[in-house]
T-cell receptor
Framework: AQRVTQPEKLLSVFKGAPVELKCNYS??????LFWYVQYSRQRLQLLLR??SRESIKGFTADLNKGETSFHLKKPFAQEEDSAMYYC?????????????FGSGTRLQVQP | DAGVIQSPRHEVTEMGQEVTLRCKPISGHNSLFWYRQTMMRGLELLIY????????DSGMPEDRFSAKMPNASFSTLKIQPSEPRDSAVYFC?????????????FGQGTRLTVV
């Protein structure tokens, strides 16, 4: 079975502070990991994926297979980063090629 | 492209009534997904289609829920009869295939309230 765990429902930081949104996964094979973001009154959208090894809006995420984690990080939070963040996994088994999401973490960046 | 289009945006209905949610995927996408979002459980996959064929419906909670995709440009999710615990935001998403690297594009969602 595949599972994604985001232990924090809410993370509140001040502008300029570092941010780390935690994500752990459970999957027997080699999954693809994603971070999706949902800003207020907007649709859910892809933020980044581990395969791209990219930095989007200052965010990065490194896949740690030993710890089965895919934490999202940003060195200096901005107010516009306030949103709901979902970690997601897609497995390679034929029967489960849809995204499995974590329960989400709401990031609040205070001025 | 307007993206994935869902209708209605909001639906309020009485317990016991039938509810139909609609989704138009992005043109050319051949995979479609229905998700339900609640405070308690986050985003849960209900069902997904590939080339209009249901592939995995293990997330459909009960027989009261059914989904169809009669053609490549339209899908429905029906709840009959509806119950208050069905209140949630229902999202539809589409993608070009189900390869692990493809991105899923989401609709705005339908907020369902069953009273």
């Amino acid at each position: 079975a595949q599972r994604v765990t985001q232990p924090e429902k809410l993370l509140s930081v001040f502008k300029g502070a570092p941010v780390e949104l935690k994500c752990n996964y459970s999957y027997s094979g080699s999954p693809e990991l994603f971070w999706y973001v949902q800003y207020s009154r907007q649709r859910l959208q892809l933020l980044l994926r581990h395969i791209s090894r990219e930095s989007i809006k200052g965010f990065t995420a490194d896949l740690n297979k030993g710890e089965t984690s895919f934490h999202l990080k940003k060195p200096f939070a901005q107010e516009e980063d306030s949103a709901m963040y979902y970690c997601a996994l897609k497995g390679v088994s034929a029967g489960r090629r849809a995204l499995t999401f974590g329960s989400g973490t709401r990031l609040q960046v205070q001025p | 492209d307007a993206g994935v289009i869902q209708s209605p945006r909001h639906e309020v209905t009485e317990m016991g009534q039938e509810v139909t949610l609609r989704c138009k995927p992005i043109s050319g996408h051949n995979s479609l997904f229905w998700y339900r979002q609640t405070m308690m459980r986050g985003l849960e996959l209900l069902i997904y289609f590939n080339n209009n064929v249901p592939i995995d419906d293990s997330g459909m909670p009960e027989d009261r829920f059914s989904a169809k995709m009669p053609n490549a440009s339209f899908s429905t999710l029906k709840i009959q009869p509806s119950e208050p615990r069905d209140s949630a935001v229902y999202f539809c998403a589409s993608s070009l295939g189900t390869d692990t690297r493809t991105e899923a594009f989401f609709g705005q969602g339908t907020r369902l309230t069953v009273v």
